[in-house]
C-alpha cells in the first residue's frame, strides 16, 4: 500500500510539465526574494563597520580630491592623493584635537610582475595611528620598511613578497575585512613611504619631498562638539574638506535605506504574483485531479488523508524550488563578489554565517506562507465537498 | 532532460567562451603572464565541452549521452579548478576580479546541470524498473 509520502511523489514524477512549472514558479521567486535580502544584508553588514573601522570622529582631505578620496575610502578605486602642505602639525595644536594621524595615498605604477598597475599604497605612521591597528590583532607599530600590511582581499598571505616603486615589500599581517577601499588597500609604513617620495627617480610625481600628505584623521577631545570644531577648523585652514564620520555613514545608511526599500517593493509584488499564480496552478491540478479525489474519498481514504497527500507534493516541491532559487543566486552573487562590490560604490562586505542561515531561513518561510494561502481555498473545497459532486455521479 | 541539459551547458560554454576572450578576458602583460595560460586551458576545456555536447546531439546512442554528462560534470570541476594553473598575485587584478569568477559560476552551472540530467536519468530509470516489476 503507498504512503501519503509516495502518494505525493509519484504524483510530482507522473506530472512532470506541472511540476516544472511549480518549481519554476518558487524558484523565481526564492532567488528574487533571497538575491534582494542577500545583497541587502551584506550592505548593511558593510556599513555598519565603517564608524568602528574608520576610528576617528574627522576625516580631512584636499579639497580639489574631495570625490577621489570618497572613492578610495568607500569603493578602493586607487589614487594619488597629495594636500600642497602637510597640516598635521597646525591641527594638532587646535583646542578639542586629542590624536591626529597622517595617512598618505599612493597609487602604484605598472610593476614588473603584471602590468596592470594602480594598487592603493597607503602610507601611515604606526606611532600615531588609531585606526589600522584596530584592524588586526597582531602589533604593527614596529612595521619595517621592508614590510606592508594588507587589506582581506589582496589576496595575498602571510610572507608574500611584492615590487611597489622599485622596492621589495614583504607582508607583515592581512587586515580583517572591513567592507571599505581598505580591504584592496596595501599599507606601509611612513619610513617606507619617504623613500619612495623623497627618491630622485619620481621626482615627477613627488618633488623629491618627504611627509607627504592625503588624508588626516582626527579625533576629539570627549564632549566636544564635532561639528562645530569642524566648521572652526574649515575656516582655519585653506583647501581642505573636513567629514565628520557619523554624517559619512548617516549619508551612506541612507542610500542603502532607499535599496532596502526599493527591494521590499519589489519583494512585494514577486509575492503577490508567486501567490497568484501558484493559486491558478493548484486549482487547475485540483480541478484536473478531481474526479480522483472523489474516488478516494469514495474508497474510504479520509480527508484529512487526502489534503495531506496533496500539501506534501506541494511541499517537497517548494522546497526544492527554494533550494535551487537559493542555489542559483549564490552561484552567481559568491563568486562575483568582488565585481558587485565595486559596481555598488558602496562599502559591501559578505554577511557572516548567521546572518545567512536566518535569511535563508525567512525566505523558506515566506515560501510556506505563500503556499498555504495558494493552498487554503483548494483544501477547503476538498474538506467540504461531497465524494458525489467531485465524481460527478449525480442521480 | 537530457537532451535540454545538453542544449543549456553548450549555451553556457560558448557564452563562457566569448566572455573570457572579450569583457572578462585575464591580464595582459609584455611577458607570458599565468592567468593567460590557465585561461587558454579553460577555453580548451569549453570547446570539449561544446563539442562533446553536438556530439551527443547527432550520435542518439544513450549510453553515449549519459558518458557525456559524466564528462561534463568532470569538465565543470576541472573549470572550477582552473586557477591552480596559475592566476596573479593580487585579488584586484582582472584574472581573479573577472575571469576565474566567470568560469567558477560556468563550472558550477555546467556541472549541476550535467548532474541533475544524469540523477533524472537514474530516476526515471528506477521508476521504470518498479512499473515494469509491478507488471
Redesign the interface.
Known amino acids: 500500500m503507498l504512503t501519503p509520502n509516495q502518494f505525493a511523489w509519484q504524483s510530482i514524477l507522473k506530472n512532470r510539465f506541472c511540476s516544472l512549472m511549480f518549481l519554476c514558479l518558487v524558484g523565481i521567486a526564492s532567488a528574487c526574494l533571497f538575491g534582494v535580502g542577500f545583497f541587502n544584508e551584506n550592505l548593511s553588514s558593510g556599513i555598519g563597520q565603517v564608524k568602528g573601522r574608520i576610528g576617528a570622529d574627522l576625516i580631512a582631505v584636499p579639497s580639489s580630491y574631495d570625490k577621489a578620496a570618497k572613492d578610495a575610502l568607500f569603493a578602493g578605486d586607487a589614487c594619488t592623493i597629495l594636500f600642497a602642505e602637510n597640516p598635521e602639525a597646525q591641527i594638532s595644536q587646535l583646542d578639542g584635537i586629542s590624536q591626529v594621524s597622517s595617512q598618505l595615498y599612493l597609487k602604484t605604477l605598472a610593476f614588473s610582475c603584471c602590468s596592470t598597475a594602480g594598487l592603493q599604497l597607503i602610507a601611515f605612521d604606526p606611532k600615531t595611528d588609531f585606526t589600522v591597528s584596530k584592524w588586526t590583532n597582531d602589533s604593527i607599530e614596529n612595521l619595517a620598511a621592508d614590510e606592508m600590511v594588507v587589506g582581506a582581499c589582496c589576496g595575498m598571505k602571510q610572507g608574500t613578497s611584492m615590487n611597489f616603486y622599485g622596492q621589495t615589500f614583504k607582508v607583515a599581517d592581512v587586515l580583517d575585512e572591513t567592507g571599505m577601499g581598505y580591504d584592496q588597500s596595501i599599507f606601509i609604513s611612513y619610513d617606507a613611504a619617504n623613500q619612495i617620495t623623497s627618491s630622485p627617480e619620481y621626482a615627477v610625481y613627488f618633488g623629491e619631498r618627504q611627509n607627504l600628505s592625503s588624508m588626516l584623521l582626527i579625533n576629539t577631545n570627549s564632549g566636544s562638539d564635532i561639528e562645530s570644531l569642524s566648521r572652526n577648523l574649515a575656516s582655519s585652514l585653506d583647501g581642505i574638506s573636513l567629514y565628520a564620520t557619523d554624517s559619512l555613514v548617516s549619508e551612506l545608511k541612507s542610500q542603502a535605506d532607499y535599496f532596502r526599500i526599493s527591494g521590499l517593493v519589489m519583494d512585494g509584488f514577486v509575492i503577490v504574483l508567486a501567490v497568484i499564480a501558484l493559486f491558478a496552478l493548484i486549482t487547475i491540478t485540483f480541478y484536473q485531479r478531481k474526479k480522483r479525489v472523489g474516488s478516494l474519498l469514495s474508497v474510504g481514504i479520509s480527508r484529512g488523508k487526502i489534503v495531506q497527500i496533496f500539501f506534501l507534493e506541494y511541499l517537497y516541491l517548494t522546497l526544492l524550488g527554494t533550494g535551487a532559487g537559493i542555489g542559483i543566486v549564490s552561484v552567481f552573487v559568491i563568486p562575483l563578489h568582488q565585481i558587485i562590490k565595486q559596481t555598488v560604490n558602496m562599502p559591501y562586505r559578505l554577511t557572516d554565517f548567521g546572518g545567512l542561515a536566518l535569511l535563508i531561513l525567512a525566505v523558506c518561510g515566506v515560501n510556506l506562507l505563500i503556499l498555504l494561502i495558494s493552498c487554503s481555498l483548494t483544501f477547503a473545497k476538498i474538506l467540504r465537498t461531497e465524494p458525489a459532486h467531485l465524481t460527478e455521479e449525480m442521480t | 532532460m537530457k537532451q535540454y541539459s545538453k542544449l543549456i551547458t553548450a549555451l553556457i560554454s560558448v557564452v563562457s567562451f566569448i566572455l573570457i576572450h572579450t569583457a572578462c578576458k585575464p591580464?595582459?602583460?609584455?611577458m607570458a603572464?599565468p592567468c593567460e595560460r590557465s585561461t587558454g586551458i579553460a577555453g580548451i576545456v569549453l570547446a570539449v565541452i561544446l563539442l562533446s555536447d553536438i556530439l551527443s546531439f547527432l550520435v542518439k546512442q544513450e549510453k553515449f549521452r549519459q558518458i557525456t554528462s559524466v564528462t561534463n560534470v568532470l569538465f565543470g570541476v576541472l573549470l572550477l579548478l582552473t586557477p591552480i594553473f596559475g592566476q596573479?598575485?593580487?585579488?584586484?587584478?582582472?584574472c581573479?576580479?573577472?575571469t576565474f569568477?566567470t568560469l567558477?559560476?560556468s563550472g558550477?552551472?555546467i556541472a549541476?546541470v550535467s548532474l541533475a540530467a544524469l540523477i533524472s536519468v537514474l530516476?526515471k530509470r528506477q521508476?521504470g524498473r518498479k512499473t515494469h516489476a509491478h507488471a
Not at chain 2, 27 to 30: A, F, I, L, Q, V
Request: aromatic share 0%.
Open positions: 591580464c595582459h602583460g609584455m603572464m596573479c598575485q593580487i585579488a584586484s587584478m582582472a581573479r576580479l573577472r569568477p567558477n559560476v558550477l552551472l549541476g530516476v521508476t
